[in-house]
């Protein structure tokens, strides 16, 4: 297939539903062979079965980020039946504690490392498992899904979510430094609310009438910046914090919000 990512494979964690099918639905309508994984395996399936039906190429693979032996299989898989991996797209995250909104005072260690554990390591499991493979061909791009309340903003409850997703660009940007000049590029998209089946819409949506862009943002926004970042358009791009979030966390908007 033509498109922007024709010719590349990529592998997308947490890509049954919401942001991350979306992106491998759109990344694969642009060319590229994608892996879809999760641990949602009947939606994972059908994810995969949607857009091999639709022209693209795609397969399924179960896969726990928090599992080294997952990682090693898809990997194994990925490079077997669709070739070797060009994109890591890490999307996969757990929300925990935070659907409670529960406060620092109040999570217990166990919340916090299962926390860190999924939103964290996860992401830095998957870079020891593809790494490899891509610093011998000398090439690989990664795009790090986090979020815009992370490093510059925050909502109540969920410190171990804002803390995991402040971490990863912290480590996308530690990646670059460190293997930058071996053909890596590595960039992060801070995603705002968007319209996924975790989002209380009703409410967000109230708040969202405030905002330079006075609406949630829906998950096709945020697969169309990470097929930039993961095209060779953007191949002079590397180490960004790339926000798409309609503004709501530029420092007004807050405060416009609360008046309107």
Known sequence: MAGRLAGKVAIITGSARGIG????????????????TDILDDLGAETAAAITADGGRARYQHLDVTSEDDWAAAVTVCERELGPIDVYVSNAFSYGAGQNRTAVGDMTPAQWRAGLEVNLTGPFLGLHAILPGMRARGAGTIVAIASAAGPDASLPGAPDYHAAKSGTAGLMRNLVVTHGQEGIRANTILAGATNTPILHLDAVSEIARGWPIPRVGEPEEIAWAAVYLAADESSYTTGVNLYVDGGSTLPIAPLYAAEH
């Open 21 to 36: 099918a979306s992106i491998a639905r759109t990344f694969a309508a642009e060319g590229a062979s994608v892996l879809v």
